[in-house]
């Protein structure tokens, strides 16, 4: 069974720091590229950051750019997404997820997981 799984979601003030976790089982992790993604109430769905675990290579929306860093650790199947100097426009559910296409629209990606919430005070 596939399974992606979000955690270290929460509420920060506009400033801080926090780090999602992506633990990923059921699949070959070389095989897939992971993206996160956020969704605010009333907006679509958005990637933020993307790797590639195989080579390492990484992709990051304009709007996180030296901010957010994506990272995984390939023994562990886990990618983790490191968010610094949070605002609060960044408040959204985040979501990790699977595809076989390095960065590419939401309908592309085979795995999802549940999202975890994070939330960022003014």
């Known amino acids: 069974e596939v399974q992606l799984v979000e955690s270290g979601g929460g509420l920060v003030q506009a400033g801080g720091s926090l780090r999602l976790s992506c633990t990923t089982s059921?699949?070959?992790?070389?095989?897939?590229?992971i993206g996160w993604f956020r969704q605010a109430p009333g907006k679509e769905r958005e990637e933020v950051s993307g790797i590639s675990p195989s080579d390492g290579d990484t992709w990051h929306a304009d709007s996180v750019k030296g901010r957010f860093t994506i990272s995984s650790d390939n023994a562990k199947n886990t990618v983790y997404l490191q968010m610094n100097s949070l605002k609060p426009e960044d408040t959204a559910v985040y979501y990790c997820a699977a595809s076989l296409i390095f960065i590419a629209a939401p309908s592309a990606y085979d795995y999802w997981g549940q999202g975890t919430q994070v939330t960022v005070s003014s």
């Open positions: 059921g699949f070959t992790f070389d095989d897939y590229n």
